[in-house]
Nanobody, 126 residues
Framework: QVQLIESGGGLVQAGGSLRLSCAASGRTFSSYAMGWFRQAPGKEREVVATINWSGSSTYYADSVKGRFTISRDNAKNTVYLQMNSLKPEDTAVYYC???????????????????WGQGTQVTVSS
């Protein structure tokens, strides 16, 4: 069993930055693909970014490309999401997720992930 704990959310003005962190328990974190998803009120959960076990393959949703960066530190069992140039439409609950498969190209579907964090709220004011 893997536990994921997100942190770093909060309230920020448009154009500002936040860095989300997701700390994972367990000794097998380094073999997992990881993803960040978000869900705004009344909307479906959507992928934001993914990263494979080594960090050699990343994916970004078109809406965040060029503004967000996903990274991981396997020695610290942590994955990060650096969010710059935030917009009001980025407001959502952000979730960290882990996929037990060591795939080269991680899934961009929520159903492809086995473990989820509790989520952290990000609110961007205009």
């Amino acid at each position: 069993q893997v536990q994921l704990i997100e942190s770093g959310g909060g309230l920020v003005q448009a154009g500002g930055s936040l860095r989300l962190s997701c700390a994972a328990s367990g000794r097998t974190f380094s073999s997992y693909a990881m993803g960040w998803f978000r869900q705004a009120p009344g909307k479906e959960r959507e992928v934001v970014a993914t990263i494979n076990w080594s960090g050699s393959s990343t994916y970004y949703a078109d809406s965040v490309k060029g503004r967000f960066t996903i990274s991981r530190d396997n020695a610290k069992n942590t994955v990060y999401l650096q969010m710059n140039s935030l917009k009001p439409e980025d407001t959502a609950v952000y979730y960290c997720a882990a996929d037990r498969r060591s795939t080269v190209v991680p899934s961009i579907r929520a159903a492809g992930y086995d473990y989820w964090g509790q989520g952290t709220q990000v609110t961007v004011s205009s």
